[in-house]
């Protein structure tokens, strides 16, 4: 039987609470649908995952696509769902908190607001305008269902200004604000990740995973408590149906074909939701 949109929110909270879990990220349905049969106990969206899904890059859809996908998501798998809602779909905090509640309407368990302005000239929000565009996160989440994870995200390292320093400052100002859950990704050694998950401790830390320096047992060790994947699982579905399809249309071969599963499999999978 379906659980509840207050179950999953309150299983939500748990997991931030116990030990370290994976939160994988997928980009449809399907993919979320599939994840859920694995086991995992919550999901994330992926912002780049479901662009692409549009035919457009990262940061390419509108707020009204993604609560469409939102909805979708949270309302089609029994375990939570934190949204990558980007930087909130506005500048002002104002209309960035208008955006949350109507996010949180959808089901979804969590959501993270960035900082990057998506100007590579000036790629970071002001310090006091993004920690106002967390506050008003926040409190548009408290009028909902204070119930909902609030992830501030931190996007220096991933957006040309990879200070440390900076970083952790404006994670602990975010958490001040209101955030539950703090989230540096392009955080790239393990001490980098030991400094910040120290910082902002007792607020849990997501990290990005993907990279063969780090594994689950790592992170764990390291105090890193929810780890997602971002477009990592989307982009390896991307990739072998380029390679299949490029080797179709430039040699007329098939060989790759020999590599997909079998649509038995998949119905036996998906009927169990018909």
């Not at 934190?82 to 109507?102: L, M, S």
């Not at 975010?174 to 030991?194: I, K, M, N, Q, S």
Request: charged fraction near 20%.
């Amino acid at each position: 039987m379906p659980i509840s949109t207050a179950e999953k929110r309150a299983q939500f909270r748990r997991l931030h609470e116990a030990d370290c879990f994976v939160i994988p990220n997928p980009w449809d349905l399907g993919s979320a649908r599939y994840l859920q049969h694995l086991g995992f106990q919550a999901l994330a969206t992926s912002s780049a995952g479901f662009a692409w899904t549009k035919g457009r890059p990262d940061n390419g859809v509108t707020c009204e696509e993604v609560l469409a996908h939102l909805t979708e998501i949270a309302g089609g798998v029994d375990v939570p769902v934190n949204a990558d809602f980007e930087g909130g779909f506005a500048v002002d905090p104002a209309a960035v908190g208008a955006n949350v509640a109507r996010a949180v309407a959808t089901g979804i368990a969590g959501l993270s607001i960035e900082d990057s302005t998506g100007n590579p000239d000036d790629p970071l929000f002001d310090l006091s305008l993004a920690v106002d565009r967390i506050r008003a996160a926040r409190a548009a989440i408290d009028r909902v269902d204070p119930a909902v994870i609030l992830v501030g995200r931190s996007e220096g390292f991933i957006a040309g200004r990879p200070d440390l320093a900076e970083t952790i400052r404006r994670l602990q100002a975010y958490a001040e604000a209101g955030a539950d859950c703090l989230f540096a990704p392009g955080l790239r050694t393990p001490e980098e990740v030991a400094v910040v998950v120290k910082a902002v401790a007792p607020k849990p830390v997501n990290f990005v995973g993907g990279s063969p320096v780090f594994t689950v047992a790592s992170l764990a060790a390291l105090g890193v408590r929810r780890i997602s994947v971002g477009g990592v699982l989307a982009r390896a579905a991307w990739g072998e149906f380029m390679r299949v399809a490029t080797e179709i249309a430039e040699t007329g071969a098939f060989a790759g074909v020999s590599r997909a599963v079998q649509s038995t499999e998949l119905n036996s999978l998906f009927s169990q939701w018909a």
